[in-house]
C-alpha cells in the first residue's frame, strides 16, 4: 500500500546544513514527505543530507527532469520521485525501482500519460494557476487518481484543495510560515484529518 502524502515540505534553496534542520523540524511535525528539489549540485549535496539523517522517514527528490536524475535520486534513497511534469521515462525508472513515482500535471492528456504508466498519485503543479476547481473537474474522468496540489499552497489556502478533493498538499516557499506558526503539529494534524477525509471519499467514488 502506497504511503500517505498528505503534506509535504519542499525545500528548495536552503542548503544542506539548513535542509537537515528543517526536515527534522517537519518530521517533528509530523508531515509526510519531505521534499528536496534536485536542481544543480547544491541541491543534491542538500538531498544527500537529508538522506543521511532521515532514519527510515520518508523523503523524496523533486524536479526530476531526466532518467539519469531520477537513476542518482534512487541511488540516494529517495523512496519519492517527483517532477513538474509527466516525462513516461522518469516515471517508468521510478516504478522499476519500487518508488513512488509523482508527476506534475495540468492537462487532462498530463493524467492520461501519468495513469498509463502506473502512477497513482499526481501533482497539480502550478496548483495557483487553476485553483481547487480544477480537481473535481478531473476527477470526472480519472477518479482513481489521487491529486496533491502543489505551487502557491499556503496556510491559508491549503485546506481549500483538500476540500475540493485533494488527497494532499505541498508547501514550498510556505514552508517556513508553517514552521513559524505557533503550534505546527496541530497544524499538520489538521491537514491531514482534511486529507483522509478526502481520500476516503476518493475511495468511494
Given at each position: 500500500?502506497?504511503?500517505?502524502?498528505?503534506?509535504?515540505?519542499?525545500?528548495?534553496g536552503?542548503?544542506?546544513?539548513?535542509s537537515?534542520?528543517?526536515?527534522?523540524?517537519c518530521?517533528?511535525?509530523?508531515m509526510?514527505?519531505?521534499?528536496?528539489p534536485?536542481?544543480g549540485?547544491?541541491?543534491?549535496?542538500?538531498?544527500?543530507?537529508?538522506?543521511?539523517m532521515?532514519?527510515?522517514?520518508l523523503f523524496?527528490?523533486?524536479?526530476?527532469?531526466?532518467?539519469?536524475?531520477?537513476?542518482?535520486?534512487?541511488?540516494?534513497g529517495?523512496?519519492?520521485i517527483?517532477?513538474?511534469?509527466?516525462?513516461a521515462?522518469?516515471?517508468?525508472v521510478?516504478?522499476?525501482?519500487?518508488?513512488?513515482p509523482?508527476?506534475?500535471?495540468?492537462?487532462?492528456?498530463?493524467?492520461?500519460?501519468?495513469?498509463?504508466?502506473g502512477?497513482?498519485?499526481?501533482?497539480?503543479?502550478?496548483?495557483?494557476?487553476?485553483?481547487?476547481?480544477?480537481?473535481?473537474?478531473?476527477?470526472g474522468?480519472?477518479?482513481?487518481?489521487g491529486?496533491?496540489?502543489?505551487g502557491?499552497?499556503?496556510?491559508?489556502?491549503?485546506?481549500?484543495?483538500?476540500?475540493?478533493?485533494?488527497?494532499?498538499v505541498?508547501?514550498?516557499?510556505?514552508?517556513?510560515?508553517?514552521?513559524?506558526?505557533?503550534?505546527?503539529?496541530?497544524?499538520?494534524?489538521?491537514l491531514?484529518?482534511?486529507?483522509?477525509?478526502?481520500?476516503?471519499?476518493?475511495?468511494?467514488?
Amino acid at each position: 500500500m502506497q504511503a500517505p502524502l498528505r503534506t509535504t515540505a519542499i525545500l528548495r534553496g536552503f542548503g544542506p546544513e539548513r535542509s537537515r534542520d528543517h526536515a527534522e523540524e517537519c518530521w517533528a511535525a509530523g508531515m509526510d514527505l519531505v521534499e528536496v528539489p534536485v536542481q544543480g549540485e547544491p541541491g543534491w549535496a542538500s538531498l544527500q543530507a537529508v538522506a543521511e539523517m532521515a532514519g527510515g522517514r520518508l523523503f523524496g527528490a523533486g524536479t526530476v527532469l531526466t532518467v539519469e536524475d531520477a537513476r542518482r535520486a534512487l541511488d540516494l534513497g529517495a523512496s519519492v520521485i517527483i517532477a513538474p511534469n509527466t516525462d513516461a521515462a522518469v516515471i517508468d525508472v521510478a516504478v522499476a525501482a519500487g518508488a513512488i513515482p509523482m508527476p506534475g500535471v495540468l492537462t487532462p492528456t498530463d493524467v492520461g500519460t501519468a495513469v498509463r504508466h502506473g502512477v497513482r498519485t499526481v501533482k497539480l503543479f502550478p496548483a495557483s494557476v487553476v485553483g481547487p476547481g480544477w480537481i473535481p473537474a478531473l476527477r470526472g474522468p480519472f477518479p482513481g487518481v489521487g491529486v496533491v496540489a502543489v505551487g502557491g499552497v499556503n496556510l491559508g489556502n491549503a485546506a481549500e484543495y483538500l476540500r475540493a478533493g485533494a488527497v494532499g498538499v505541498g508547501f514550498g516557499g510556505s514552508v517556513t510560515d508553517l514552521l513559524r506558526s505557533a503550534d505546527p503539529a496541530a497544524v499538520v494534524e489538521e491537514l491531514h484529518e482534511l486529507a483522509d477525509l478526502s481520500a476516503s471519499r476518493h475511495r468511494a467514488s
